[in-house]
C-alpha cells in the first residue's frame, strides 16, 4: 500500500522559479528520502533526512521534515528546464528490515 | 565503486509465457535488493525484497517470484504472464542497515501482448 502522498501530483512552473513539493506519511519512520525520476528512467537518489533530523540541505535542494505532523517538503531553488522529472518521497519504516514505500510521485515542468 | 546492472531494458512477451529478469550488483558485499513494479503514471509497488542469499521475502501475492542464488545477484521470475503482469521492473540495492538511500537500476520495460 501506499505510504507517502505528494501534493501536488502536478506542478509547472517557470525557469528561475522555487517549486515546492510536499509529502504525507501515516506510520513511525527511520527516514524519508527523496528521488527524482527523468521519463522511462530509473530512480536517481536525491536526499535522505533522519527523523531525528528536522532541515537538510543538498546543493539547490533544501528538505524539511515534520515528525509531528508526519509531513515533508521538498524545494528546489532557482529551477531549471533539467529539473523536469518526476519526483517521488519514499519513507523508511523503523523495523529490522528496511524497506522503502513510495508516494504516487509529483510531476514538476519547469518551463525555459 | 557501486553499480547495478539490470536487463534487459525492454521486453515483449505473449501471455502464458515465462519470465526471467537479471539483476546484479558489483563493489558491494551483502547487499539488500529490492524489486518494484511501476506501472504507468504510477508510484512504485515493492514486489520483493532480500536481505540474504536464499531469503526472500514477498510484498504482493501475484504470479511472479524471486530468488537470489548469489549474493550479488536478485532474479524475478514468472512461469506464465498475465496482462496484468506489464508494466516498469526496477531493481535496487542499498547497504544493509538504516539510513542509507536506495541506488536503483535502470529498470525493464515489460510489455505483455
Known amino acids: 500500500s501506499q505510504q507517502g502522498e505528494e501534493d501536488p501530483q502536478a506542478l509547472s512552473i517557470q525557469e528561475g522559479e522555487n517549486a515546492t513539493m510536499n509529502c504525507s506519511y501515516k506510520?513511525?519512520?527511520?527516514?524519508l528520502q527523496w528521488y527524482r525520476q527523468n521519463s522511462g528512467r530509473g530512480l536517481v537518489h536525491l536526499i535522505l533526512?533522519?527523523?531525528?533530523?528536522r532541515e537538510k540541505h543538498s546543493g539547490r535542494l533544501r528538505v524539511t521534515l515534520d515528525t509531528s505532523k508526519k509531513s515533508s517538503s521538498l524545494l528546489i531553488t532557482a529551477s531549471r528546464a533539467a529539473d523536469t522529472a518526476s519526483y517521488f518521497c519514499?519513507?523508511?519504516?523503523?523495523?529490522?528490515?528496511?524497506?522503502?514505500?513510495f508516494g504516487k510521485g509529483i510531476t514538476l515542468s519547469v518551463r525555459p | 565503486s557501486q553499480t547495478i546492472h539490470q536487463w534487459p531494458a525492454t521486453l515483449v512477451q505473449p501471455v502464458g509465457s515465462p519470465l526471467s529478469l537479471e539483476c546484479t550488483v558489483e563493489?558491494?558485499?551483502?547487499?539488500?535488493l529490492y524489486w518494484y513494479r511501476q506501472a504507468a503514471g504510477r508510484g512504485l509497488q515493492l514486489l520483493f525484497y532480500?536481505?540474504?542469499?536464499?531469503?526472500i521475502s514477498s510484498e504482493v501475492p501475484q504470479n511472479l517470484s524471486a530468488s537470489r542464488p548469489q549474493d550479488r545477484q536478485f532474479i524475478l521470475s514468472s512461469k506464465k504472464l498475465l496482462l496484468s503482469d506489464s508494466g516498469f521492473y526496477l531493481c535496487?540495492?542499498?547497504?544493509?542497515?538504516?539510513?542509507?538511500?536506495?541506488?536503483f537500476g535502470s529498470g525493464t520495460r515489460l510489455t505483455v501482448v
Open positions: 535496487a540495492w542499498k547497504s544493509a542497515g538504516v539510513n542509507y538511500g536506495y541506488t
Open positions: 563493489g558491494t558485499s551483502n547487499p539488500n
Open positions: 532480500s536481505v540474504g542469499i536464499g531469503q
Open positions: 506510520t513511525s519512520i527511520n527516514n
Open positions: 519514499a519513507t523508511d519504516f523503523t523495523g529490522a528490515n528496511s524497506k522503502l514505500t
Open positions: 533526512i533522519r527523523s531525528n533530523e
